[in-house]
């Protein structure tokens, strides 16, 4: 299956099996680069989802469940240096998050949110998977 922007270039491509999502799924741009690759199973309940910078650099990694995040989280910067960590659970962040150096070098920072408290990322994922567009 495969579906287009207004403009004809591939929003998304992927397949369904009784109108659940199923296999990999590739999310891309408007202008064509990949933005995500999102891998359902458990009827399309679980996925597990690598999201792109426009340059082809991973930005993310994570798993949801139904349509919240779940379990360990990881973040890059765009030089694809592997610079934070999060745990979710139920959608909601869970535990210690740790910052590391732009260089991948070492831990910066250790942050532990208050409890009970939902915090957001600026640009969080959409719960399929993609990322907001952020072009201006």
Excluded: C
Excluded at 24 to 51: C, H, P, W
Excluded at 116 to 129: L, T, V
């Amino acid at each position: 299956w495969i579906k287009k922007y207004p403009g004809g270039s591939t929003f998304y491509d992927g397949q369904f099996k009784d109108d659940a999502p199923y296999g990999q799924f590739k999310y891309y741009y408007q202008s064509g680069e990949l933005q995500t690759i999102v891998n359902f199973s458990d009827n399309g309940q679980t996925r597990r989802a690598k999201m792109y910078f426009m340059s082809g650099v991973l930005m993310a990694e994570g798993k949801y469940i139904g349509e919240k995040r779940d379990s360990l989280w990881k973040f890059y910067n765009d030089y694809g240096y592997y610079i934070s960590n999060e745990t979710y659970k139920n959608g909601k962040k869970e535990g210690t998050a740790y910052i590391y150096f732009t260089d991948s070098s070492g831990i910066h920072g250790i942050s532990r949110p208050p409890a009970g408290a939902q915090e957001r990322r600026k640009n969080a994922a959409r719960p399929d998977g993609r990322l907001p567009d952020t072009r201006r």
